[in-house]
Protein backbone atom coordinates (compact mmCIF):
# COMPACT_ATOMS: atom_id res chain seq x y z
CA UNK A 1 0.00 0.00 0.00
CA UNK A 2 1.30 3.55 -0.84
CA UNK A 3 1.64 5.67 2.33
CA UNK A 4 1.79 9.16 2.50
CA UNK A 5 2.58 11.95 5.24
CA UNK A 6 -0.52 13.38 6.39
CA UNK A 7 1.75 15.08 8.99
CA UNK A 8 2.24 18.66 6.66
CA UNK A 9 0.68 21.13 9.09
CA UNK A 10 2.67 23.34 10.89
CA UNK A 11 3.69 21.76 14.34
CA UNK A 12 2.85 23.96 17.88
CA UNK A 13 6.00 26.49 18.39
CA UNK A 14 6.02 25.37 22.12
CA UNK A 15 6.81 21.58 20.71
CA UNK A 16 9.25 22.48 18.21
CA UNK A 17 11.30 24.58 20.72
CA UNK A 18 11.30 22.09 23.41
CA UNK A 19 12.41 19.44 21.02
CA UNK A 20 15.13 21.82 20.03
CA UNK A 21 16.13 22.52 23.20
CA UNK A 22 16.75 19.09 24.06
CA UNK A 23 19.83 16.05 22.41
CA UNK A 24 20.36 15.47 20.07
CA UNK A 25 19.66 19.30 18.35
CA UNK A 26 22.69 21.28 18.69
CA UNK A 27 21.71 25.28 18.31
CA UNK A 28 24.07 26.76 16.04
CA UNK A 29 22.75 30.28 15.35
CA UNK A 30 21.61 31.05 11.61
CA UNK A 31 21.47 27.31 10.86
CA UNK A 32 18.55 24.52 11.10
CA UNK A 33 18.21 21.41 11.52
CA UNK A 34 21.74 20.70 13.50
CA UNK A 35 21.99 17.36 15.69
CA UNK A 36 24.74 15.29 16.98
CA UNK A 37 25.29 11.98 15.30
CA UNK A 38 26.74 10.54 19.26
CA UNK A 39 25.71 8.57 21.80
CA UNK A 40 23.63 6.39 20.13
CA UNK A 41 23.84 2.34 20.84
CA UNK A 42 26.05 -0.09 18.76
CA UNK A 43 25.43 -3.58 18.38
CA UNK A 44 28.56 -4.37 20.13
CA UNK A 45 27.43 -3.82 24.62
CA UNK A 46 28.56 -1.23 26.31
CA UNK A 47 29.47 1.03 22.48
CA UNK A 48 27.94 4.23 21.50
CA UNK A 49 28.49 6.46 18.58
CA UNK A 50 31.08 9.19 19.49
CA UNK A 51 29.35 12.41 20.59
CA UNK A 52 30.19 15.25 20.10
CA UNK A 53 32.40 13.95 16.51
CA UNK A 54 30.07 13.60 13.54
CA UNK A 55 27.28 16.57 12.59
CA UNK A 56 24.12 16.83 10.48
CA UNK A 57 22.40 20.27 9.47
CA UNK A 58 20.52 22.10 6.60
CA UNK A 59 22.73 24.20 4.95
CA UNK A 60 25.20 27.14 6.29
CA UNK A 61 24.27 29.51 4.04
CA UNK A 62 22.49 31.56 6.76
CA UNK A 63 25.13 31.58 9.58
CA UNK A 64 25.30 33.94 11.48
CA UNK A 65 28.83 35.42 13.21
CA UNK A 66 27.92 34.05 16.56
CA UNK A 67 27.01 30.71 15.05
CA UNK A 68 30.66 30.57 13.07
CA UNK A 69 31.89 30.91 16.42
CA UNK A 70 29.74 28.14 18.19
CA UNK A 71 31.08 25.73 15.30
CA UNK A 72 34.59 26.34 16.38
CA UNK A 73 33.99 26.12 19.98
CA UNK A 74 32.45 22.39 19.25
CA UNK A 75 35.82 21.81 17.28
CA UNK A 76 34.08 21.61 14.35
CA UNK A 77 36.38 23.26 11.63
CA UNK A 78 35.34 21.40 8.32
CA UNK A 79 31.92 21.07 6.56
CA UNK A 80 31.15 19.16 4.23
CA UNK A 81 28.45 21.17 1.45
CA UNK A 82 26.59 17.59 -0.37
CA UNK A 83 24.61 20.81 -2.83
CA UNK A 84 25.66 21.27 -6.53
CA UNK A 85 26.56 24.56 -8.26
CA UNK A 86 23.19 24.82 -9.80
CA UNK A 87 21.06 24.39 -7.09
CA UNK A 88 23.23 27.26 -4.94
CA UNK A 89 22.99 29.41 -7.68
CA UNK A 90 19.15 28.74 -7.97
CA UNK A 91 18.63 29.77 -4.24
CA UNK A 92 21.25 32.43 -3.72
CA UNK A 93 22.79 30.10 -1.15
CA UNK A 94 26.30 30.03 -1.87
CA UNK A 95 28.84 28.32 -0.21
CA UNK A 96 29.53 30.12 3.02
CA UNK A 97 32.74 31.56 4.40
CA UNK A 98 32.80 30.88 7.94
CA UNK A 99 36.10 32.20 10.02
CA UNK A 100 37.85 29.20 11.13
CA UNK A 101 35.65 26.26 9.25
CA UNK A 102 36.87 24.49 6.29
CA UNK A 103 33.95 24.12 3.67
CA UNK A 104 34.80 21.55 1.28
CA UNK A 105 32.67 20.96 -1.40
CA UNK A 106 31.14 17.81 -1.91
CA UNK A 107 27.91 17.35 -4.29
CA UNK A 108 26.35 14.41 -4.82
CA UNK A 109 25.05 15.17 -8.02
CA UNK A 110 26.81 16.66 -10.71
CA UNK A 111 25.52 20.13 -12.95
CA UNK A 112 24.00 18.38 -15.57
CA UNK A 113 21.61 16.73 -13.24
CA UNK A 114 20.45 20.08 -12.64
CA UNK A 115 18.93 20.42 -16.04
CA UNK A 116 15.36 22.04 -16.25
CA UNK A 117 14.01 18.98 -17.41
CA UNK A 118 15.77 16.47 -14.80
CA UNK A 119 15.09 18.62 -12.01
CA UNK A 120 11.46 18.86 -12.89
CA UNK A 121 11.32 15.04 -12.82
CA UNK A 122 12.98 15.00 -8.99
CA UNK A 123 10.13 17.43 -7.94
CA UNK A 124 7.17 15.33 -9.80
CA UNK A 125 8.18 12.50 -7.43
CA UNK A 126 9.14 14.28 -4.23
CA UNK A 127 5.55 16.09 -4.52
CA UNK A 128 3.85 12.82 -4.45
CA UNK A 129 5.25 12.16 -0.62
CA UNK A 130 4.96 8.57 -1.51
CA UNK A 131 7.27 5.70 0.01
CA UNK A 132 7.57 4.64 -3.60
CA UNK A 133 8.83 7.75 -4.98
CA UNK A 134 11.45 8.08 -2.67
CA UNK A 135 12.92 5.07 -2.73
CA UNK A 136 13.39 5.87 -6.75
CA UNK A 137 15.38 9.14 -5.69
CA UNK A 138 17.09 7.94 -2.80
CA UNK A 139 18.68 5.10 -5.13
CA UNK A 140 19.69 8.16 -7.12
CA UNK A 141 21.16 9.69 -4.87
CA UNK A 142 23.33 6.26 -3.78
CA UNK A 143 24.30 5.75 -7.54
CA UNK A 144 25.83 9.27 -7.94
CA UNK A 145 26.91 9.90 -3.99
CA UNK A 146 29.95 7.10 -4.20
CA UNK A 147 32.38 10.09 -4.29
CA UNK A 148 30.90 12.40 -1.94
CA UNK A 149 30.58 9.56 0.47
CA UNK A 150 34.09 8.69 0.09
CA UNK A 151 35.25 12.03 0.84
CA UNK A 152 33.05 11.69 4.21
CA UNK A 153 34.15 8.65 5.07
CA UNK A 154 37.53 9.22 4.05
CA UNK A 155 38.05 11.99 6.92
CA UNK A 156 36.11 9.97 9.09
CA UNK A 157 39.36 7.18 8.16
CA UNK A 158 41.78 9.82 9.11
CA UNK A 159 41.01 12.59 11.43
CA UNK A 160 39.37 10.42 14.44
CA UNK A 161 39.33 13.76 16.30
CA UNK A 162 38.10 15.96 13.94
CA UNK A 163 34.44 16.74 14.46
CA UNK A 164 32.90 17.57 11.14
CA UNK A 165 29.26 18.49 9.81
CA UNK A 166 27.85 17.54 6.86
CA UNK A 167 24.90 19.23 5.18
CA UNK A 168 22.24 19.64 1.73
CA UNK A 169 20.01 21.92 1.33
CA UNK A 170 17.38 20.90 3.98
CA UNK A 171 19.32 18.32 5.93
CA UNK A 172 16.91 15.72 4.66
CA UNK A 173 17.48 13.28 1.99
CA UNK A 174 21.57 13.65 1.09
CA UNK A 175 22.59 14.37 4.51
CA UNK A 176 20.16 11.41 6.03
CA UNK A 177 21.89 9.40 3.78
CA UNK A 178 25.20 10.14 4.69
CA UNK A 179 23.65 9.94 8.89
CA UNK A 180 22.44 6.40 7.45
CA UNK A 181 25.48 4.98 5.85
CA UNK A 182 27.37 6.26 9.18
CA UNK A 183 25.35 4.55 11.64
CA UNK A 184 25.08 1.66 9.55
CA UNK A 185 28.65 0.72 9.65
CA UNK A 186 28.61 1.12 13.30
CA UNK A 187 25.35 -1.54 13.79
CA UNK A 188 23.20 1.26 14.60
CA UNK A 189 19.60 -0.28 15.16
CA UNK A 190 16.99 0.11 12.41
CA UNK A 191 14.60 2.23 14.77
CA UNK A 192 17.81 4.51 16.24
CA UNK A 193 18.39 5.05 12.19
CA UNK A 194 14.70 5.48 11.01
CA UNK A 195 14.08 7.92 14.48
CA UNK A 196 17.26 10.15 13.27
CA UNK A 197 16.12 10.43 9.97
CA UNK A 198 12.39 11.75 11.07
CA UNK A 199 13.68 14.36 13.70
CA UNK A 200 13.80 16.13 10.70
CA UNK A 201 9.78 17.04 11.03
CA UNK A 202 10.71 19.25 13.83
CA UNK A 203 14.41 20.37 13.08
CA UNK A 204 13.59 22.15 9.67
CA UNK A 205 10.36 23.57 11.06
CA UNK A 206 11.88 27.16 11.75
CA UNK A 207 12.92 27.17 8.40
CA UNK A 208 9.53 26.48 7.14
CA UNK A 209 8.49 29.47 5.70
CA UNK A 210 11.87 29.90 3.75
CA UNK A 211 12.03 26.58 2.44
CA UNK A 212 8.32 27.00 1.11
CA UNK A 213 8.83 30.34 -0.03
CA UNK A 214 11.58 28.65 -2.36
CA UNK A 215 9.75 26.05 -3.42
CA UNK A 216 6.04 27.94 -4.48
CA UNK A 217 8.45 29.45 -7.22
CA UNK A 218 8.83 26.01 -9.11
CA UNK A 219 5.89 26.12 -11.71
CA UNK A 220 5.05 22.13 -9.94
CA UNK A 221 4.52 24.05 -6.45
CA UNK A 222 2.99 27.26 -7.44
CA UNK A 223 -0.93 26.25 -6.94
CA UNK A 224 -0.22 23.51 -4.77
CA UNK A 225 1.32 23.96 -1.21
CA UNK A 226 0.40 20.70 0.13
CA UNK A 227 2.71 19.17 -2.66
CA UNK A 228 5.68 21.25 -1.50
CA UNK A 229 5.15 19.92 1.89
CA UNK A 230 5.05 16.23 0.91
CA UNK A 231 8.90 17.16 -0.65
CA UNK A 232 9.92 17.64 2.93
CA UNK A 233 8.40 14.70 4.95
CA UNK A 234 10.51 12.39 6.59
CA UNK A 235 9.00 9.86 7.87
CA UNK A 236 10.36 6.58 10.03
CA UNK A 237 9.31 4.44 7.57
CA UNK A 238 10.51 5.82 4.92
CA UNK A 239 13.87 5.13 6.44
CA UNK A 240 12.89 1.89 7.51
CA UNK A 241 12.51 1.12 3.35
CA UNK A 242 15.29 3.08 2.51
CA UNK A 243 17.73 0.62 4.33
CA UNK A 244 15.56 -2.03 2.88
CA UNK A 245 16.36 -0.76 -0.08
CA UNK A 246 20.69 -0.84 0.57
CA UNK A 247 20.26 -4.37 1.69
CA UNK A 248 18.42 -5.45 -1.20
CA UNK A 249 19.26 -3.71 -3.94
CA UNK A 250 22.96 -3.01 -3.13
CA UNK A 251 24.07 -5.49 -0.91
CA UNK A 252 24.16 -3.72 2.32
CA UNK A 253 25.97 -0.78 3.82
CA UNK A 254 29.36 -2.54 3.44
CA UNK A 255 29.53 -3.96 -0.22
CA UNK A 256 27.65 -0.47 -0.91
CA UNK A 257 30.60 1.55 0.51
CA UNK A 258 33.29 -0.33 -0.64
CA UNK A 259 31.53 -0.70 -4.21
CA UNK A 260 30.95 3.21 -4.68
CA UNK A 261 33.83 4.37 -2.94
CA UNK A 262 36.65 2.40 -3.38
CA UNK A 263 37.26 2.12 0.32
CA UNK A 264 38.67 -1.31 1.82
CA UNK A 265 37.43 -3.91 4.22
CA UNK A 266 41.25 -2.50 6.50
CA UNK A 267 39.80 1.22 5.90
CA UNK A 268 36.03 0.01 6.95
CA UNK A 269 37.46 -1.37 10.32
CA UNK A 270 39.29 1.97 10.57
CA UNK A 271 36.02 4.03 10.32
CA UNK A 272 34.14 1.96 12.51
CA UNK A 273 36.88 2.43 15.32
CA UNK A 274 37.30 6.01 14.79
CA UNK A 275 32.90 6.22 15.02
CA UNK A 276 32.55 4.77 18.49
CA UNK A 277 33.57 5.28 21.48
CA UNK A 278 32.90 2.91 24.72
CA UNK A 279 30.15 3.69 27.27
CA UNK A 280 31.36 5.22 30.59
CA UNK A 281 31.16 2.15 33.32
CA UNK A 282 28.76 2.93 36.35
CA UNK A 283 30.20 2.67 39.62
Known sequence: ??????????????????????????????????????????????????????????????????????????????????????????????????????????????????????LAKRFELYATGTTEAFMILYSQILDHGGPAFGTILRHVRDKPNAPFIFHCTAGKDRTGIVAAILLKLVSVDNHNIAQDYSLTRVGREPDRPKVLERLMKEPLFAANSEAAMRMLTSRYETMLAFLNLLEDKYGGVETYVKTYTGLTDEDLQTIRSNLVVPTKSRM
Open 1 to 118: MTAIDSGLEPLDPAYVADVLSRPPFVQIPGVCNVRDLGSYPTATPNVVTKPGYAYRSAELSGVTEEGARKLVSLGILTAFDLRSDPEMRKYSSPIPVVEGVEVVPTPVFKSEDYSPEK
